[in-house]
């Protein structure tokens, strides 16, 4: 059973930047790609960002673009999200996913809360 352990989460004001973590017990065939989903309180999940181990097919929310950066470092089974420029309307909880193709929809963490203050 694939774990993945999110963290880096936090309080920020507005215009701060936070860095997430995602650290994955096992990098196989079933955690191709990896991504960041996230939800806000009384709001439907929504998809963030998304990379292969590879390192390509990188997609984001257009929303965040230009702000965040997914990355990844195989040697360490972990995968990041910096965030930049952060607004209030990023407040959520932020979500680690991994799976066999883009939807990224085999395995979840357990989610670690960003709030941004304005």
């Known amino acids: 059973q694939v774990q993945l352990v999110e963290s880096g989460g936090g309080l920020v004001q507005a215009g701060g930047s936070l860095r997430l973590s995602c650290a994955a017990s096992e990098r196989t065939w079933s955690t191709y790609f990896m991504a960041w989903f996230r939800q806000a309180p009384g709001k439907e999940r929504e998809f963030v960002a998304t990379?292969?181990?590879?390192?390509?097919?990188?997609r984001y929310l257009d929303s965040v673009k230009g702000r965040f950066t997914i990355s990844r470092d195989s040697a360490k089974n972990t995968v990041y999200l910096q965030m930049n420029s952060l607004k209030p309307e990023d407040t959520a909880v932020y979500y680690c996913?991994?799976?066999?193709?883009?939807?990224?929809?085999?395995?979840r963490g357990q989610g670690t809360q960003v709030t941004v203050s304005s």
């Open positions: 996913a991994a799976g066999r193709t883009r939807s990224a929809s085999d395995y």
């Open positions: 990379i292969t181990w590879s390192g390509d097919s990188i």
